[in-house]
């Protein structure tokens, strides 16, 4: 993702503005290939919505279990916000192989998903909005390779796919309601007046 990155300030207001989604909260996801830009831009859209809580789901998932993290997050975090209360989910260490953390995530008015199937199948129905990273598998792959070096090449080769595998049985990209290059940040597709009408274009975005 560029340097130059874009103000968010307009598409954080249109999320703002939408109606909750769980109990309080606008849950707000953000999701594509691994390695398309979801950590950065997630990250920018949440100071752009004035310290938004970010949840992440390389916390919830594990490496028997890459996809298998839906009943942690129901449990954990979609139905504590629902409540109106403060969720609490562990933080699966990626090295130990174990949870050996928790955080805690306050029913702030937007509470964004990041991670790769943050807007899948079991989750839609909890979004306000669903937000795709515009930046194709191959791209992507050699982006996170690039970024995590060599040591990794066996976690990315294996996690392939398991991705294809998810996308080809649960895919997102359909349902965005918003479509974000994943180079340089740009919002390149908008229907939030309309969540989740499925977008009829199937090309990347390039700037």
């Known amino acids: 993702m560029t ?14 503005a939408l109606p909750p989604s769980l109990g309080p909260v606008r849950l707000v996801a ?6 398309s830009g979801k950590t950065t831009f997630a990250g920018r859209l949440a100071a752009a919505l004035g310290g938004a809580p970010v949840v992440h789901l390389d916390d919830l998932a594990t490496h028997r279990e890459p996809f298998g993290w839906v ?7 979609l139905e504590p916000l629902g409540r109106g209360e403060s969720a609490r989910h562990g933080v699966y260490d990626w090295t130990a192989r174990q949870f050996d953390d928790v955080v805690t995530v306050p029913p702030a008015p937007v509470v964004l998903l990041e991670g790769v199937g943050a807007g899948r199948r ?8 669903l937000l795709w990273m515009e930046l194709d598998a191959a791209a992507a792959r050699a982006r996170g390779e690039l970024r995590d070096g060599p040591e990794l090449a ?16 649960d895919p997102s990209r359909p349902f965005a309601s918003l479509r974000v ?9 908008d229907t ?14 390039r700037i």
């Open 3 to 16: 340097d130059a990155f874009p103000d968010l300030s307009a598409p954080a207001a249109g999320l703002l």
């Open 30 to 35: 953000v999701d594509g290939h691994a390695g």
């Open 71 to 77: 009943d942690r997050l129901r449990a954990q975090v």
């Open 122 to 129: 079991a989750v839609r129905p909890a979004l306000a909005a």
């Open 154 to 169: 066996e976690f990315w080769a294996g996690w392939a796919v398991a991705e294809r595998a998810h996308f080809a049985a």
């Open 181 to 189: 290059d994943g180079i340089t940040g740009r919002i390149v597709g």
């Open 192 to 205: 939030l007046s309309e969540p989740f009408e499925p977008l009829l274009t199937c090309d990347v975005a």
